[in-house]
């Protein structure tokens, strides 16, 4: 068997995935280097591919990507049907979940406003702040990294309502559990609303300005999950009527955002870079090893995988 890797595994981690398969051939390579004549003798890999290579990867059969978005490889014609999906859904709480609150406690105290009168040298004192204590927030897309992050506002007082499909499951992260058509109906309440949802149709443009407008006016809107998810004219406008007070983005549309766009100069926006992931937290790619090495395992065994993509929902 040969296994591609096109992370940028260490000498431990290395270990942990030749462990997991021994007497295969690894190749620690980015995929966009390797020949077609290399490629089309790999039968797993771990990472990422260019969407147009699975389709010449005639012995390819499960791609264990280092993301948890997968949207890239469900589009039509991409992914031959042969081939197992796996993602990295639980490798990330930690850090998106973590830089997702810093944006939020920015936010709720000025900081970003004070940090831009800094480079002024202006010493002004900007007013009243918000605080959690006693805040409702919704957490829309109550996984891994919803879970988490409901925990950080529950501990500083905040009271934390779940959103996801099934509301028959328990989270003991939070205070209860709305459908989406609740959380809908409901939304005006919530002084914090987060997004996780990931890329599926049923998630593109559903925060669009009829969204916006039944908010609480000074709301703080954010998303950590996927930027589809958003219409950012429609995210503008409600900023600029005062339908709610401020937005906080790790994820836009497109990616990188054109510099010329108006989302850079709002100031009511915090925006980073889609960079609350990825591997800024180094443990975070021993997390990734961990999953993959555990379904290599499972695949050579015939076993179910851990984070397998239901093809038709998108997600695991």
Same mark, same amino acid.
């Given at each position: 068997?040969?296994?591609?890797?096109?992370?940028?595994?260490?000498?431990?981690?290395?270990?942990?995935?030749?462990?997991?398969?021994?007497?295969?051939?690894?190749? +620690?390579? !980015?995929?966009?280097?390797?020949?077609?004549?290399?490629?089309?003798?790999?039968?797993?890999?771990?990472?990422? /591919?260019?969407?147009?290579?699975?389709?010449?990867?005639?012995? /390819?059969?499960?791609?264990?990507?280092?993301?948890?978005?997968?949207?890239? +490889?469900?589009?039509?014609?991409?992914?031959?049907?042969?081939?197992?999906?796996?993602?990295?859904?639980?490798? +990330?709480?930690?850090?998106?979940?973590?830089?997702?609150?810093?944006?939020?406690?920015?936010?709720?105290?000025?900081?970003?406003?004070?940090?831009?009168?800094?480079?002024?040298?202006? %010493?002004?004192?900007?007013?009243?702040?918000?605080?959690?204590?006693?805040?409702?927030?919704?957490?829309?897309?109550?996984?891994?990294?919803?879970?988490?992050?409901?925990?950080?506002?529950?501990?500083?007082?905040?009271?934390?309502?779940?959103?996801?499909?099934?509301?028959?499951?328990?989270?003991?992260?939070?205070?209860?559990?709305?459908?989406?058509?609740?959380?809908?109906? !409901?939304?005006?309440?919530? *002084?914090?609303?987060?997004?996780?949802?990931?890329?599926?149709?049923?998630?593109?443009?559903?925060?669009?300005?009829?969204?916006? !407008?039944?908010?609480?006016?000074?709301?703080?809107?954010?998303?950590?999950?996927?930027?589809?998810?958003?219409?950012?004219?429609?995210?503008?406008?409600?900023?600029?009527?005062?339908?709610?007070?401020?937005?906080?983005?790790?994820?836009?549309?497109?990616?990188?955002?054109?510099? *010329?766009?108006?989302? %850079?100069?709002?100031?009511?926006?915090?925006?980073?870079?889609?960079?609350?992931?990825?591997?800024?937290?180094?443990?975070?790619?021993?997390?990734?090893?961990?999953?993959?090495?555990?379904?290599?395992?499972?695949?050579?065994?015939?076993? !179910?995988?851990?984070?397998?993509?239901?093809?038709?929902?998108? +997600?695991?």
């Amino acid at each position: 068997m040969k296994i591609l890797v096109t992370i940028p595994v260490n000498e431990k981690q290395k270990q942990v995935l030749e462990e997991a398969s021994q007497g295969a051939t690894f190749i +620690y390579q !980015k995929a966009a280097d390797l020949t077609a004549s290399e490629l089309g003798e790999i039968e797993v890999v771990v990472g990422q /591919l260019l969407t147009e290579q699975p389709a010449q990867m005639p012995a /390819l059969k499960l791609l264990q990507t280092d993301s948890a978005g997968v949207d890239r +490889y469900l589009a039509p014609g991409v992914l031959p049907d042969q081939v197992i999906l796996a993602n990295a859904t639980g490798a +990330y709480g930690k850090s998106v979940s973590e830089h997702m609150f810093a944006m939020l406690m920015t936010l709720q105290k000025k900081l970003e406003l004070y940090r831009d009168q800094q480079f002024r040298g202006a %010493w002004n004192d900007l007013g009243e702040v918000m605080t959690l204590s006693r805040s409702r927030v919704a957490v829309v897309g109550i996984g891994d990294i919803g879970k988490r992050f409901a925990g950080f506002c529950k501990a500083f007082g905040g009271a934390v309502i779940g959103v996801r499909k099934d509301k028959s499951k328990s989270v003991p992260e939070v205070d209860g559990i709305y459908d989406m058509e609740e959380f809908m109906e !409901k939304r005006g309440e919530f *002084d914090v609303i987060i997004s996780f949802l990931p890329h599926t149709p049923e998630t593109i443009g559903i925060y669009n300005r009829e969204f916006f !407008k039944g908010l609480k006016k000074t709301a703080i809107f954010m998303n950590g999950g996927r930027g589809t998810a958003v219409v950012q004219e429609d995210l503008l406008a409600a900023l600029e009527a005062g339908e709610f007070g401020q937005a906080a983005l790790d994820v836009t549309t497109p990616e990188p955002l054109p510099a *010329d766009h108006p989302l %850079w100069q709002e100031a009511r926006v915090l925006l980073t870079p889609h960079v609350s992931g990825q591997f800024h937290l180094p443990e975070t790619l021993d997390i990734i090893t961990e999953i993959a090495a555990a379904n290599i395992r499972s695949f050579q065994k015939g076993d !179910k995988l851990k984070n397998q993509i239901d093809r038709n929902k998108g +997600y695991a």
